[in-house]
């Protein structure tokens, strides 16, 4: 019984081992050595901070232990002050905007525990995992963005100052953007102006203005000419003008005319009562109080008789299957003029009046409303000589750039400078008082489009 009381009592071997470590570490401390067991380990401190004379002193105002990142952060900023290469505020003293509110005695951390990660962005740490490594980079990067409060504060380096005075000393500097005028401020309490949806107009009429368009159909019309129907259209300008209608009423006249003998072969004979019965359907479409059909009839000096016109409209109305909804050059006049300079009544003036100059011209027929009115603007700029000829505000409405613009630019020009003497009802009513008498200015010259 003894002798298995003694097997019991008996150390075992890793007892054994754990005594002999133990027995070492009192020899090595009855020795003066360094103690074997080594406690946790806190901030190692591997940067230098005494490599400055005076060593690193805390900005005012920040109260916190001075960590791996902190440090290194600090000490960039005592050499670049040391070598006064460009004297400026410490990123650290700048990032603190309010001094540092008391912590209470018992919030202080211990030196051997390690600082938390979630301090706030004025003590000097970052939300972001990588925010301390991002602060300590100094003159690395050219800025950088400082979270407070949930917003970004921009905060610059030594770098971008200095990048900044050199781009300044080459003339480098970044040109502002060019402004786009709101053309639609003064007409916020105009009802009238649909301010709210003008753009989601002009977005649609962009958009259907690639629909029901005329084509090239002189080569389909035997006995016609683009001659003849120059003269239909000056014709049916002048009967626009003694009718006193609505220029809307002018626009879709043509387009039906251009249309219908897009559709069907027209005989010499019958092309003026197509244009009658095309003004007539645009007038019942867009006038209030429309002229009757005895009205055409006498302006035609009796040519055509009430049947015969009758007929020619509904054979207008089947062919082109009632759709009278298009968007026509005039709509785009009337909101590029505005944004070419609605103060202007002179330049206004010149912008319909080279509008109605494309309407003679069939080499326009095929032509996209919005680039016509675009050209007609562009040669009214260029005959009063304006500058810039084509602004950022015509490039936004208009969606073109002078380059999109020139052979139609070359069309108007030339129709200017070499007019038709058979055609004169344009250039007589606006070269009355109350167009502004713009057709007599000279007219601009081919080589300043090239």
Request: with cysteine.
């Amino acid at each position: 019984m003894a002798a298995r009381n003694h097997r019991a009592a008996a150390p075992q071997p890793a007892n054994r081992g754990a005594a002999r470590i133990a027995g070492k570490q009192k020899d090595a401390a009855a020795a003066g050595r360094p103690n074997a067991t080594r406690p946790a380990l806190g901030d190692i401190g591997n940067v230098a901070l005494d490599v400055l004379d005076g060593g690193i002193k805390l900005p005012e105002g920040i109260h916190r232990p001075i960590t791996r990142s902190f440090g290194a952060q600090l000490l960039k900023e005592a050499l670049a002050n040391k070598n006064a290469v460009a004297p400026a505020q410490p990123v650290a003293a700048r990032a603190v905007t309010k001094p540092a509110r008391k912590v209470p005695a018992k919030n202080i951390p211990r030196p051997e525990q390690a600082p938390k990660e979630n301090r706030k962005p004025s003590e000097g740490g970052a939300k972001h995992p990588e925010g301390n490594r991002k602060l300590s980079e100094g003159a690395a990067g050219s800025s950088r963005f400082v979270q407070k409060d949930g917003r970004k504060k921009h905060v610059y380096t030594l770098s971008t100052v200095l990048s900044a005075r050199s781009k300044a000393a080459r003339g480098l500097t970044e040109k502002p953007k060019p402004l786009i005028e709101d053309i639609d401020k003064f007409d916020g309490d105009n009802q009238l102006a649909l301010v709210d949806y003008v753009e989601d107009i002009y977005t649609f009429y962009k958009t259907t203005q690639h629909e029901s368009r005329p084509i090239d159909y002189m080569g389909n019309q035997p006995e016609l000419t683009s001659k003849m129907r120059a003269i239909l259209t000056d014709w049916l300008i002048e009967s626009h003008q003694r009718f006193d209608l609505m220029p809307e009423t002018l626009y879709l006249t043509i387009y039906i005319v251009d249309r219908y003998l897009s559709l069907q072969p027209v005989p010499k004979r019958e092309l003026q009562l197509v244009g009658m019965a095309a003004m007539l359907i645009a007038c019942k479409y867009e006038e209030i109080w429309a002229p009757e059909v005895n009205d055409f009839i006498q302006i035609s000096d009796c040519a055509f008789s009430r049947h015969q016109i009758l007929v020619a409209e509904k054979a207008i109305l089947n062919s082109m299957q009632w759709n009278l909804t298009v968007p026509t050059p005039y709509h785009f006049l009337l909101r590029f003029a505005k944004a070419a300079g609605s103060a202007d009544e002179q330049l206004e003036h010149m912008i319909y009046f080279f509008g109605e100059l494309a309407l003679l011209d069939y080499r326009m027929v095929t032509t996209y409303p919005s680039t016509v009115a675009a050209c007609a603007v562009y040669i009214a700029r260029l005959t009063l000589r304006k500058s810039p000829l084509w602004t950022e505000t015509l490039k936004h409405h208009t969606g073109l750039h002078e380059r999109q613009l020139m052979e139609g630019a070359r069309i108007l020009v030339s129709c200017h400078a070499a007019p038709d003497a058979q055609l004169k009802t344009v250039y007589e009513k606006y070269a009355a008082e109350k167009f502004g008498r713009v057709a007599l200015h000279p007219p601009a010259a081919l080589r300043d489009l090239f």
